[in-house]
């Protein structure tokens, strides 16, 4: 099955750069911080680590490995592993949510670049709370501006996909992840050593169960799986570059675990800036790009600090959408022929222009395209709500049911070269753990919408 001319990963930090690049994103630096504050910081933080660890991990072990046995993309690795059988559909839901992720992604990440721009040029001082609100909300509804950037944001993201996955992938991801682990080190410093940090630290880390509820759950399950970029085939493509010498269960844990570390780091630089400014923690997107600028702007060499802030989110998000959009290039190239370039033009193209459209989706064309979401928010729905989930409880039931502990236990061991004494638990996690917790946050998910969109009051909780 093995394809000798495979364009491999080269090193074992190649992989770790890569796969730990894919999952720290926007994910972990706006969500997170926003999120773990809103449903009781350290009691959060304590459940989401339990679902890294219980389902995230064997989940992500799983990709890894079914990548690496069929050495195949997304769709093509479960033809390969489960032939004539209806079991490649799965990968195929992957190809199609990473089209819709890599669409509305390109956006945030456009917003971020031309904050990054815009904090160079020291246009983001002198401004009241409300004038940084209105001049995020004016500027992505604009037609032409944010579209720009994220044209150039897709244009570098095909650039580096375009290149292969050792001169393109690999290369890039072992220089911006260092990087963006020393940003985020230095933004940590400054943020724990401002007057009245401790605030921000206390509201983050003292576990508050009273404002823990059920919804709190749902919600750290649903973002495990969104920031270890699991459920779609990215690191079941990813694994399909791995050499047969990597110990991939190992490799899985680093990745979890860095990803977590970075999460939390980008909270504690997010919540003690704000909570020593006396701002109140605001509400996804707008903590980034509302808040934090009028932190920066109250702050000792803050427009540094800005710059510096908003070029991480940059990296962060290149290095996640690289590996987005390399599920469907893969895709293309080995189900349809293609060459790889080719391939980059056409996926990179079309998600961009469906990008476009989500832009637009802010402002000119702000118009209910599903249950009344815009179009924006609609592939953020399916993606995150449905495809996610729902690729993930595939995962979980194939290697669990279909592939069996024999075969995983084989290739996770790389022929008899490690230890799997962890395989009884990844079984059971896979076979029983994982699919009924997914199974829940699915229905709760789509639920919820429909209860918000209906007005009804259904669940229980
Ligand atoms: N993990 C990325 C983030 O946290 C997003 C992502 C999801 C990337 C799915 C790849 C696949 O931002």
């Known amino acids: 099955m093995g394809d000798q001319n495979r364009d491999l990963f080269t090193s074992k930090f190649g992989v770790i750069a890569a796969a730990a690049g894919s999952a720290v994103g926007l994910g972990n630096i706006w969500k997170f911080p926003y999120i773990a504050g809103e449903y009781g910081g350290g009691a959060f933080l304590f459940v989401y680590l339990g679902f890294i660890i219980v389902i995230g991990l064997p989940i992500m072990i799983s990709e890894f490995m079914i990548g690496r046995k069929a050495q195949k993309n997304a769709f093509g690795s479960f033809k390969a592993l489960a032939p004539n059988s209806s079991w490649r559909i799965t990968g195929l839901f992957g190809v199609i949510a990473a089209y819709l992720i890599l669409s509305f992604y390109g956006v945030v990440a456009g ?61 890039y991801s072992k220089i911006l992840m260092p990087l963006l682990v020393i940003i985020l080190l230095v933004l940590v410093v400054r943020s724990v050593t401002l007057p009245g940090a401790e605030k921000g630290l206390a509201f983050l880390f003292k576990p508050d169960f009273s404002k823990f509820t059920m919804d709190g759950v749902l919600n750290a399950l649903g973002h495990a799986f969104f920031s270890l970029s699991l459920g779609m085939g990215t690191l079941i493509t990813y694994g399909s570059y791995v050499k047969k010498s990597n110990n991939i269960g190992r490799t899985a844990f680093q990745v979890s675990m860095a990803d977590t570390l970075i999460a939390i780091l980008a909270a504690i630089v997010i919540m003690p800036a704000v909570f020593a400014f006396d701002i109140a923690p605001g509400k996804g997107p707008g903590l980034v790009f509302i808040t934090l600028p009028n932190v920066f702007q109250q702050m000792p060499g803050g427009q540094f600090f800005s710059v510096l802030f908003f070029v991480l989110l940059g990296v962060a998000a290149l290095t996640s959408s690289i590996s987005i959009l390399e599920v469907i290039v893969t895709f293309f190239v080995e189900e349809f022929k293609m060459k ?53 409880l595939l995962i979980a039931l194939f290697v669990g049911w279909y592939f069996g502990k024999q075969r995983t236990e084989e290739e996770l061991s790389s022929g008899g070269r490690f230890k799997v004494n962890y395989i009884n638990v990844l079984f059971v996690s896979l076979r029983y753990i994982a699919p009924i917790a997914i199974f829940i946050v699915l229905v709760y998910g789509i639920v919820e919408n429909l209860e918000i969109y209906l007005e009804l009051d259904i669940m229980p909780w």
Request: neutral net charge.
């Open 340 to 392: 790889r370039k080719t391939a980059t033009l056409i996926a990179g193209s079309t998600t961009a222009l469906v990008g476009v459209f989500c832009s637009l989706s802010m402002g000119v064309l702000n118009t209910s395209v599903f249950m009344g979401k815009n179009l924006f928010d609609t592939l953020d729905f399916f993606a995150s709500n449905v495809f996610l989930p729902l690729g993930g």
């Open 111 to 171: 917003w971020s670049f031309h904050y990054a721009a815009e904090s160079c040029l020291g246009n983001l001082v002198d401004k009241t709370p409300q004038e940084f609100e209105s001049l995020f909300v004016s500027f992505i509804e604009k037609p032409i501006l944010p579209v720009v950037w994220q044209s150039i944001f897709m244009i570098v993201t095909a650039g580096i996909v375009l290149l292969g996955v050792q001169k393109g992938i690999e290369k």
